[in-house]
């Protein structure tokens, strides 16, 4: 299953947060790979569950224009270090190790590896009113390729979690995908799989038997469209991540036992 080797065009692996995603098998299928690779790890289970016994629960906003985020106060940042840049992470190192994969475990803030602007406020209606709601969450800007082709040119893979850095150099939240597309347009990638809990983008969401085998850019301005919540905001970020440049995008399941060997066979969904 795996490609030539080619560390000027590395595979970037998206793994989602959710509970039921299958670290041991997508690490087990990330030993078999011939391609550097960097790894995008989601922590969303843990961060919920983290937050829940500490008293302080994920609160998400909903903006005027219908994109859902988790809004980041300084608690929720804190929970996001011990969750993503800790628990998540450091297990997800640990089971590389334990596979022969040697990876180094990285936030956006080692390094300034992932820097980002700061939002300015986000614009919700509460009440009848529309208010501006400001936090701790930025957009993307700029990654530290130097020290990530260092890392993959001596065979190392990096594991990257948030947060990332904002201008005075404050640990803030940001969407992974936006991550993943910003390392896209620094890397040229030569496939991007994404992991979730679903065997693929569902035309329904309730519906297993749905997956769509191959999504056009036409069809996913259609359904970001048509959509709400978080999952609108994942479809703008796929269409954000075609318009990168040309790659692979394979969107697969990653609670099989092979997510990585499923979705390089064509299992999931192809976007392009």
């Known amino acids: 299953m795996s490609p030539t080797a080619d560390a000027t065009r590395p595979l970037i692996l998206k793994i989602g947060g959710g509970g039921s995603i299958n670290l041991a098998g997508i690490v087990a299928d990330l030993a078999e790979l011939a391609t550097p690779c960097v790894v995008v790890a989601g922590a969303n289970a843990v961060r919920?569950?983290?937050?829940?016994?500490?008293?302080?629960p994920t609160r998400t906003l909903t903006s005027v224009s219908g994109y859902t985020?988790?809004?980041?106060?300084?608690?929720?940042?804190?929970?996001?270090?011990?969750?993503?840049?800790?628990l998540r992470n450091r297990r997800l190192v640990e089971?590389?190790?334990?596979?022969?994969?040697?990876?180094?475990g990285l936030t956006g803030l080692d390094g300034r590896m992932v820097e980002g602007q700061r939002n300015r406020g986000i614009r919700v209606r509460e009440g009848g009113k529309t208010l501006i709601k400001r936090d701790f969450s930025g957009k993307p800007r700029r990654v530290n390729t130097t020290l990530l082709r260092l890392l993959l040119d001596?065979?190392?893979?990096?594991?990257?979690?948030?947060?990332i850095l904002d201008e005075q150099g404050h640990a803030i939240n940001s969407?992974?995908?936006?991550?993943v597309t910003l390392l896209h347009e620094n890397l040229c990638a030569s496939r991007i799989i994404q992991l979730i809990e679903a065997p693929g983008f569902l035309a329904d969401k309730d519906d297993l038997d749905s997956r769509v085998p191959h999504l056009t850019r036409d069809a996913l301005l259609r359904y970001e469209r048509n959509s709400t919540g978080r999952i609108r905001r994942k479809l703008l970020a796929l269409?954000?991540?075609?318009?990168?440049?040309?790659?692979?995008v394979i969107i697969s399941d990653g609670r099989v036992e092979h997510p990585i060997r499923d979705a390089l066979a064509?299992?999931?969904?192809?976007?392009g």
């Open 48 to 56: 919920d569950d983290l937050a829940e016994r500490l008293g302080t």
């Open 69 to 86: 985020s988790v809004f980041s106060d300084e608690h929720a940042i804190d929970v996001i270090l011990m969750s993503y840049a800790g």
């Open 95 to 104: 089971l590389c190790q334990q596979h022969g994969v040697n990876a180094v």
């Open 154 to 163: 001596h065979g190392y893979t990096p594991v990257l979690s948030i947060p």
């Open 175 to 179: 969407e992974n995908d936006d991550i």
């Open 239 to 248: 269409t954000r991540l075609l318009d990168a440049g040309t790659t692979d």
């Open 266 to 271: 064509g299992k999931g969904t192809r976007v």
